[in-house]
């Protein structure tokens, strides 16, 4: 059975799930590639959606640099060693596409990783904001740029001046 909540945050509401193995997905109001629910999710929650939310709420507030959180996702086992890379990715850094490509030993695959980074299931969590252009350009994100953005100015990757207004977060992308 999957269990699922949304919760409001800085970055617009978000959906979290979790089963008996952990934390399965963080999903953004306006998801790139929607997650498939079936009929065994169940509206809820349990004690870790109830972390989930805390450790979130920390974060947004700064007072949180890296989760500690049982995760479950669900992949090919090219899209789990991408989305296990992602976490050693620490807060305030960035890498890029390729860097990441070379952290995982496939050099030449740098669309695949950022294809494996597009359905990474639990975004802030498993960081995959925290990639960016081999040329420092914010590339593609589930959640759109404006909130990549806001989660790289939030995290001191970016100058603040950068920041996007939150207002800006919710227009259509």
């Known amino acids: 059975m999957i269990t699922y909540q949304s919760i409001d945050s800085p970055v617009g509401e978000l959906l979290l799930a979790s089963a008996a193995d ?4 963080i999903e953004f109001e306006r998801p790139w590639h929607p997650y498939k629910r079936g009929d065994d999710w169940r509206e809820g929650d349990d004690e870790v959606l109830q972390r989930t939310r805390s450790q979130l709420g920390d974060y947004f507030a700064g007072r949180l640099r890296e989760f500690d959180l049982p995760l479950a996702p ?3 086992p090219f899209q789990l060693q991408c989305w296990r890379t992602l976490a050693q990715i620490r807060w305030g850094e960035t ?27 639990l975004p802030i969590v498993l960081p995959c904001h925290r990639v960016i252009g081999s040329d420092g350009s914010l590339t593609g994100f ?8 806001f ?5 001191g990757a970016l100058p603040a001046q950068e920041a996007v207004p939150i207002g800006d977060l919710f227009a259509p992308h």
Do not use: C, D, F
């Open 22 to 25: 952990g934390l399965r997905l």
């Open 74 to 76: 669900h992949g090919t």
């Open 95 to 121: 890498w890029s596409y390729a860097q990441m490509a070379q952290r995982i030993g496939r050099p030449t695959a740098t669309r695949a990783v950022g294809a494996a980074n597009g359905r990474n299931p």
């Open 142 to 149: 589930g959640g759109g740029l404006p909130t990549k953005q």
């Open 151 to 155: 989660l790289l100015t939030l995290e």
